[in-house]
């Protein structure tokens, strides 16, 4: 193997996850261990009750380790939840003398000045990302080094988060017994796990559908021109479901997993679907068209949401490659049929590229975010198995 394992962590609303991976010679990531649990004491991608949440990365932790057949000593943490926003900052730095040509030390003093925005005290940055260079009046310069100018500027995606939040995520791991090596956006993970180029090249728009959260990220005039979360997910569907048809949680979550959204056909409307008593519940029948209404509402504005974002940034008509869903709500029946209809662009199901292991992992939509953060990780690791406190990555990555 090329560099020595890493491990990935994802404390979701729904599911815990812990993968163990490696990469290959050959550039691919090779998945050797993987632990998963139902999530516990976590809500829209927030910590609720810490005992519960750290008995589940516990768990997954000692199942991966067991699997792999390696001791995990740190890893990388998947960040989510609603609070995470991205804001595009812009920052200029004049070249001296004016006219001269522009160096490496310019190009660090823009982006530091793009970086310098105020969040206010309670909010900290988890990516910077630049988009384009502009000097003096000309935009759409990806590497402005040796060119000549009076001005530089650049365009940056700034990701943050609230700060407990984000450390009580943090905390969990670093009670289990393991050293935080690194953290990302959710969002960012699953496009790293299965976009290609020619998607990213052409415009996309990605988007992530948990259980307590819908993450986004996209792609467009080749740079990510946008970032976020939505604090609905797939549990809102199952909660219209339970609270319309008064029927329990349980029954409510399998009409959404067995039923998804319909494809409307001629004698579809009034089919009944039964619902099998079960803990107490006496059972009962409802209308398919019931089903399927309460479900395409939520969805529907969960898409719009994004759908807004997109065009108050006018990225609307650029996604040349529509749009790919990932996470677990993207397993729900006819689901890119019905995105692409409500959004009037091309969707697929992206599943993670240029893995193979063990099959659970390499597969389903719904690892998406764990495996791109485990590249990710492999990405940003320096092979060394020193660990990194817990006080030292939240100055690294969230300052003080």
Not at 132 to 144: A, L, R
Not at 285 to 301: F, G, P
Not at 361 to 387: C, F, I, N
Request: charged residues 20%; aromatic residues 4%; contains cysteine.
């Amino acid at each position: 193997m090329a560099t020595a394992p890493v491990v990935a962590l994802e404390i979701g609303t729904s599911r815990v996850r812990a993968l163990v991976g490696e990469e290959r010679e050959d550039g691919y990531l090779m998945i050797t261990g993987v632990g998963e649990t139902q999530s516990r004491g976590v809500r829209k991608g927030d910590i609720t009750d810490f005992d519960n949440a750290l008995s589940c990365v516990e768990q997954v932790l000692n199942t991966a380790e067991e699997q792999s057949r390696v001791t995990i000593n740190q890893v990388h943490v998947v960040l989510t939840g609603s609070h995470i926003q991205g804001t595009i900052s812009r920052g200029t730095t004049p070249i001296m003398p004016p006219d001269s040509e522009i160096t490496p030390e310019d190009i660090e003093a823009v982006m530091e000045s793009a970086r310098a925005i105020s969040l206010g005290p309670e909010r900290r940055t988890l990516h910077s990302i630049h988009q384009q260079f502009f000097v003096d009046d000309q935009e759409g310069v990806t590497n402005p080094e040796g060119m000549v100018g009076a001005k530089l500027s650049v365009s940056m995606l700034i990701l943050h988060g609230v700060r407990n939040r984000i450390m009580n995520v943090l905390r969990v791991a670093n009670t289990a017994g393991v050293e935080t090596a690194g953290c990302a956006f959710a969002g960012l993970c699953s496009a790293l796990a299965v976009l290609t180029p020619e998607q990213k090249e052409n415009g996309c728009v990605l988007i992530d559908l948990g259980a307590g959260t819908t993450d986004y990220v996209v792609y467009a005039n080749r740079c990510i021109a946008l970032a976020g979360s939505i604090g609905v997910g797939g549990d809102h569907v199952t909660n219209d479901l339970a609270m319309v048809l008064n029927i329990p949680t349980g029954p409510a979550e399998k009409l959404k997993a067995n039923l998804g959204v319909q494809i409307p056909d001629s004698d579809w409307q009034d089919q009944p679907v039964t619902i099998q008593p079960s803990g107490g519940f006496a059972g009962r029948t409802v209308r398919l068209a019931d089903v399927d209404a309460i479900i395409s509402a939520r969805l529907d504005e969960t898409l719009t949401m994004i759908y807004d974002h997109l065009r108050r940034n006018n990225l609307h008509n650029v996604m040349g490659a529509g749009i790919v869903l990932t996470g677990g709500g993207a397993k729900m029946k006819n689901m890119p049929e019905f995105v692409s209809s409500v959004l009037n662009m091309p969707c697929a199901i992206g599943r993670p590229l240029n893995v193979s292991g063990i099959a659970t992992a390499t597969e389903g939509p719904e690892y998406a975010a764990v495996v791109g953060m485990l590249k990710y990780g492999l990405r940003t690791s320096d092979g060394e198995t020193q660990s990194m406190s817990l006080r030292n990555l939240v100055r690294r990555f969230l300052g003080r």
